[in-house]
């Protein structure tokens, strides 16, 4: 959910929708937003990036719609996922299947890894990554930087379990751009950065690009690794193609590709780049700092529900068509 504008978000409208006010059909952000006007009563996800389809989900109620800086920003209570998060008319996560989601990004890269000590989150103002790195008891600090403060406030109110990871004292939220944070950076100071960006269109089409991967590249240590969010191998093969030849141009260490299913997400899949830098071997299919769920047992944070090693090594292996091209943008 990234964005990158450097503007701080300040006096953004909000408003959160009392008992009695519309339940969905009408009352949807951009004058009808996505509430479909041919099934009243239901979201549709509809997008240039996936034209010719839509995921639709029922709405039970809207319980908040505003406009920040930066996007429209809605939230509504699903008949079948629990609350949902819409940003500029797109699912960002469901209380249902966001574990999903939130867990690959985090662990594939720290499980991959030795003692990660400090990482950085580029977005992810919901607070879902921040949850899933507080569960490495090696971490000391966690910067996260968010361009949307709305997003962060929303997430707090309306998703409390998932925004939870907010309240680790190792955690430090710098409301502004990602980009500039990035390059900011003094040159290999984070074991890890975990990119939870939006799609590439408009401003995000940055977090994309070469310059950006360079920039990650600099702020991690000799073996660090970066994790960012890459698009579906059913829709954007040909995003994933100039994702992963950037990444091989400047990532000196592994480069690999890994997805996940995520219901809610368009055609049910999402996908992640994996990285790292010149250094200490990472063998990112084989994971070597396993989460030990006893750790875990007498904090507050909830047990794993989708992650595990298993699934970690399982994540690495794709089908024959993403197979042939990824590979060979891989190959030195």
């Known amino acids: 959910m990234a964005e990158h504008t450097v503007t701080a978000v300040t006096g953004s409208p ?36 996936w034209p010719g389809e839509a995921h639709s989900l029922k709405v039970e109620k809207i319980l908040f719609q505003g406009k ?4 429209d920003v809605m939230v509504f209570q699903s008949a079948t996922y629990g609350k949902v998060l819409v940003l500029d008319g797109v699912i960002q ?33 919901d607070g879902g990554v921040l949850r899933e790195v507080a569960r490495h008891s090696s971490v000391e600090h ?59 269109i408009g401003p995000a089409q940055e977090l994309f690009e070469k310059p950006f991967f360079e920039s990650v590249a600099k702020a991690l240590r000799p073996g660090g690794v970066m994790c960012t969010q890459a698009e579906s191998i059913w829709l954007h093969m040909h995003i994933i193609e100039d994702i992963v030849a950037n990444c091989r141009q400047i990532f000196k260490g592994s480069v690999n590709y890994a997805w996940t299913t995520v219901p809610t997400y368009p055609s049910g ?16 299919k084989n994971p070597i700092n396993p989460i030990d769920e006893k750790e875990n047992q007498n904090t507050s944070t909830p047990p794993l ?9 399982a994540a ?12 060979s943008k891989t190959k030195n």
């Open 14 to 49: 909000m408003k959160k929708l009392k008992d009695g006010d519309d339940n969905g059909a009408a009352a949807a952000v951009n004058g009808g937003g996505n509430i479909s006007s041919v099934i009243p009563g239901w979201f549709s996800e509809i997008s240039p990036m």
């Open 68 to 71: 920040s800086d930066y996007q």
């Open 93 to 125: 996560l469901t209380e249902r299947d966001e574990c999903a989601y939130q867990e690959m990004i985090t662990h594939l890269p720290l499980c991959s890894i030795r003692n990660p000590k400090k990482v950085l989150v580029i977005g992810g103002g």
């Open 142 to 200: 966690i910067d996260i930087c968010e361009i949307d403060k709305m997003v962060v406030d929303v997430s707090k109110e309306y998703f409390p379990d998932v925004a939870v990871g907010y309240e680790d004292p190792r955690v430090t939220l710098h409301v502004g751009d990602g980009v500039a944070f990035l390059k900011a950076a003094q040159e290999g100071s984070y074991d890890a950065v975990i990119v939870d960006s939006s799609d590439p």
């Open 269 to 284: 899949v999402i996908g992640f780049m994996v990285c790292s830098t010149e250094g200490p071997e990472v063998d990112f």
């Open 305 to 313: 529900k989708f992650y595990n090693r298993e699934i970690h090594a």
């Open 316 to 327: 690495f292996c794709l089908p024959s068509f993403a197979k042939k091209v990824i590979e």
